[in-house]
Structure formats: C-alpha cells, structure tokens
C-alpha cells in the first residue's frame, strides 16, 4: 500500500486494504503466471467487496536458474519463509552452478477489476542482475541483491525515489496511473 501511495501520489487513506473488508476470502495463488494470479485476486476481491480491487503479482526471474523463482518469489525457501531464507536459498542455488548467467529481471502485472468481472492489466519489467552478495537495507524482498542495469549498485541501497522510478512495479503503476480516469469513465 505504501509503494502504491507513494507512486501514484495519493493521500494516505484515498486506497482502501483487505484489512478494511473483514472476511473478505484469502485468494490461493496457484496460476502459473503473474497475470493469472493478479486477475485472480483482483476478480475475487472486487466480486466480495462489489468495487474496484486493485491486485499485484510480482516476481524475480532469473535466466541462470531457468527462471526461477518467478510466481514462487515470496515463498520460493517455502512456505513462510522470509525475504532473508528466500534471498539465501536463491543466492546458494546460483553458487552452485558458478557458470550460469546473473542476469535477471523482475517483473510486475497489476489487474484492476471491477466486479462486472472487467479486468484490465498494467506490466512493468525491469533488466538487471544478481549481485553475489546482499547489499544495502532499504525495500524489502529479493531487493538486496538486484542490481538495474547502468547500476553498480542494489535496489536495497537506493531511496525509494529512486527505485519507484527504475522499478517493476514503478512502470506498471505509471501506466495504470496514464489509464486509470479512462477504465472508470467508460465502465460507469
């Protein structure tokens, strides 16, 4: 909610949460892609609380782990894991195979739903790189070891600025931010 207010410049309490519809239904995220599982949370949070829902599915794919973590990004070291044991696991697996590529990417689908069953989507992807260790503290994630390209640098060691502007999640938020008067004029 934060990085969302944060980017599209909304005032604090203009975007409502989950925590603000008690009982609405935890949405099992088992679609093999990242759009499959925002327009799967977004459809059902808009159907259960009968408005606009807003969902995010994001992840890191990294070409020397043939794409891993991808959809299993936050729980890829299991279920529950935290952003540290994910951060690990991922850093030991590329450890072991010293010869596969670094390269990586994150990548961001956001669906926006309405509880007709419409549903629109805004992506965001950003090149990079796996750093060998993690640096810096700012973000949260795989963060500290993902350095952009034309960076030396980690997501985790920039200002949030910064990064919203560089990021995944960034360029799909500025493009639902360019779309967003249009998808509620034409679906009133």
């Known amino acids: 909610m934060e ?8 005032p604090t309490g203009d975007l409502l949460s989950l925590d603000d519809f ?12 990242f759009q499959a599982n925002a327009d799967k949370k977004a459809l059902a949070v808009a ?4 408005t606009a829902a807003l969902a995010d599915d994001s992840g890191l794919v990294v070409d020397g782990l ?10 890829y070291a299991g279920e529950g894991a935290t952003d540290g044991q994910n951060v690990a696991k991922l850093l030991a697996e590329l450890a072991a195979r010293p010869e596969a590529p670094r390269s990586a ?3 961001c689908v956001l669906s926006l739903a309405r509880p007709d069953g419409s549903c629109v989507r805004f992506t965001g992807t950003v090149a990079g790189h796996i750093a060998e260790q993690p640096q810096g503290h700012n973000g ?20 949030a600025g910064t990064k919203d502007a ?12 360019q779309q967003i008067n249009h998808f509620f004029a034409i679906k009133n």
């Open 105 to 107: 990417r994150f990548e």
């Open 3 to 10: 990085e969302i207010q944060r980017i599209l410049a909304l």
């Open 22 to 33: 008690p009982g609405c239904p935890e949405v099992i995220e088992d679609g093999t892609t």
């Open 66 to 75: 043939d794409g891993a973590p991808g959809v299993y990004s936050a729980r």
């Open 166 to 177: 560089l990021s995944h999640r960034g360029a799909a938020l500025a493009a639902l931010a």
């Open 47 to 50: 159907a259960f609380t009968n």
């Open 140 to 159: 949260f994630g795989y963060d500290p070891i993902f350095i952009p390209e034309g960076y030396d640098t980690s997501f985790a060691c920039m200002e």
